[in-house]
């Protein structure tokens, strides 16, 4: 064999991204999201405190030139906190979703190719599937030591079946097509079916999910700082944010507010992403705009 056919070719699905319409919606979410990567990379230059100084004789303390948004009950400045948490929840969405696809996408194409495998394997994914996610992740964190990596680990575990779901059925549905029975035909190896024929083919739907991965990551480890069992509130992250202020929410609405705006943009942005990336790579789609 000489290669893909067209339709089949990374160059087409790369070529039909390509063409994202500039919708309104999306031109506002790429937008917002590229403002709160660049706080995040730039934080340091951006916040004008020390997100950990502790300053009991400037607890509560209102807006002011010195402290932008004011300061929380340890004296912290708020301002400096919510720029370094961008960090945090950015770095948590990207690793899961990173790591969702380095273990679901092998497995998705094992699934989907060996038989044999794929009664065992989708049985297992789907008694993972059986619990709930944020159980999961909480009984995982409570388990280990709650540092940034295990907390992306425990994140991780409960996305994987998705991944592997997905992958799975392009798969069953690619193995069918005359130039995968070509390849076989031709005793191709077992590995350059599956990597160079097979997986090319999963790429379009894995991006749109991987989006979807990385927003329900940012949410997950805002839910789990939220109720203590997440990173340490030393560290500045809008969960962590959030569950601090909560006590004084009635005294300091600011204390939960600005976190959870930028926590809600960011998700909000990430979802409109995948929708419009969605819409570009779907023929279905594609068909009814034509």
């Keep these: 064999m000489h290669g893909l056919p067209a339709r089949y070719s990374i160059h087409g699905w790369t070529t039909k991204l390509l063409r994202l319409r500039p ?21 340091p230059l951006i916040a004008t405190h020390d997100p950990t100084e502790l300053s009991p004789a400037s607890r509560l303390q209102a807006m002011s030139a010195e402290h932008w948004l004011g300061t929380d009950a340890y004296g912290r400045d708020l301002f400096s ?17 990173f790591l969702t696809l380095l273990i679901g996408l092998p497995l998705g194409l094992i699934a989907g190719y060996f038989r044999a495998i794929d009664a065992v394997l989708m049985r297992f994914m789907d008694g993972l599937m059986a619990i ?48 995968v ?7 191709t190896p077992t590995r350059t079916i599956l990597w160079r024929h097979l997986m090319p083919n999963t790429f379009a739907p894995l991006i749109v999910q991987c989006t979807y991965v990385c927003a329900a990551a940012i949410l997950t480890e805002a839910t789990l700082s939220f109720l203590g069992v997440g990173l340490s509130s030393e560290i500045p992250t809008w969960g962590n944010i959030m569950s601090d202020g909560r006590i004084y929410f009635q005294l300091k ?38």
């Design 181 to 187: 029975e070509a390849a076989v035909l031709m005793s």
């Design 253 to 290: 609405p600011s204390l939960i507010f600005w976190a959870g705006v930028l926590l809600s943009l960011c998700i909000l942005s990430i979802n409109l992403l995948g929708d419009a990336a969605r819409d570009a790579l779907d023929p279905i789609m594609k068909r009814k705009e034509g």
């Design 23 to 43: 919708r309104t919606t999306t031109i506002i979410a790429t937008t917002t999201l590229a403002a709160i990567v660049l706080m995040a990379i730039f934080a």
């Design 132 to 179: 709930p996610g944020i159980l999961a992740a909480i009984a995982i964190v409570s388990l280990t030591s709650a540092n940034l990596w295990m907390l992306m680990i425990a994140i991780t575990v409960p996305e994987i079946p998705q991944i592997v779901r997905l992958v799975r059925s392009q798969v069953l549905a690619t193995r069918e097509e005359a130039f």
């Design 81 to 97: 906190r919510v720029v370094y948490g961008a960090r945090i929840s950015l770095t948590v969405g990207l690793g899961v979703a």
